[in-house]
């Protein structure tokens, strides 16, 4: 169980510690494009991670820990 503070309908942000991409539904095909926008390994758990919800239309959600600062990517959003 991860409790989050929603933000937006497609991104959460808590007080952790790493940056999390966690995949929603069956569809894989977004997991992996943010996956190697990020530079994130799939097989890597503390980077990725499977929680289904039939309920939710989200396919995934993108938890910005307090490490954002050293993926480039991220912090590149952020910063625009």
Same mark, same amino acid.
């Given at each position: 169980? %991860? &409790? /989050?503070?929603? /933000? &937006?309908?497609?991104?959460?942000?808590?007080?952790?510690?790493?940056?999390?991409?966690?995949?929603?539904?069956?569809?894989?095909? &977004?997991?992996?494009?943010?996956a190697d926008a990020l530079k994130f390994d799939?097989?890597? =758990?503390?980077?990725?991670? %499977?929680?289904?919800?039939?309920?939710?239309?989200?396919? %995934?959600?993108?938890?910005? &820990?307090?490490?954002?600062? =050293? %993926?480039?990517?991220?912090?590149?959003?952020?910063?625009?």
């Amino acid at each position: 169980e %991860i &409790g /989050v503070r929603l /933000v &937006g309908s497609e991104m959460c942000i808590r007080d952790s510690t790493n940056t999390t991409l966690i995949q929603r539904n069956e569809n894989t095909d &977004g997991l992996k494009y943010v996956a190697d926008a990020l530079k994130f390994d799939t097989r890597n =758990s503390n980077q990725v991670m %499977i929680s289904i919800d039939p309920e939710s239309d989200v396919d %995934i959600t993108l938890i910005i &820990g307090k490490d954002f600062n =050293s %993926i480039s990517t991220v912090k590149s959003f952020l910063k625009n």
